[in-house]
Nanobody
Framework: QVQLVESGGGLVQAGGSLRLSCAVS????????MGWFRQAPGKQREQVAT???????NYADSVKGRFTISRDIAKNTVYLQMNSLKPEDTAVYLC???????????WGQGTQVTVSS
């Protein structure tokens, strides 16, 4: 069973920054896509940012210019740098990893991000 463990969440004031990490229990060298999602209470899960095997990135319009997804293949870890945080960014942030042999992917348990106004 592949395990993903998110960390780095917390409470921050509006305008602040956080860096989330997602550590994967196996090599991510051949992962098709890794992504960060978020889910706020009463809302649907939203895709925030993704990075493909080739390094292409994609962002939700709501975070473009503020969030950056990156990866360290040697550490089997994906990051989400979040700057200029807003109260509406408050959510549980979850990491997902998808391989060809596991198209549905694997999920971490999430890390809470709370942005106060």
């Amino acid at each position: 069973q592949v395990q993903l463990v998110e960390s780095g969440g917390g409470l921050v004031q509006a305008g602040g920054s956080l860096r989330l990490s997602c550590a994967v229990s196996i090599s991510i060298e051949n992962v098709n896509t890794m992504g960060w999602f978020r889910q706020a209470p009463g809302k649907q899960r939203e895709q925030v940012a993704t990075i493909t095997k080739g390094g292409s990135t994609n962002y939700a319009d709501s975070v473009k210019g503020r969030f950056t997804i990156s990866r360290d293949i040697a550490k089997n870890t994906v990051y989400l740098q979040m700057n200029s945080l807003k109260p509406e960014d408050t959510a549980v942030y979850l990491c997902n990893a998808r391989w060809t042999w596991a198209p549905g992917g694997f999920w971490g348990q999430g890390t809470q991000v709370t942005v106060s106004s």
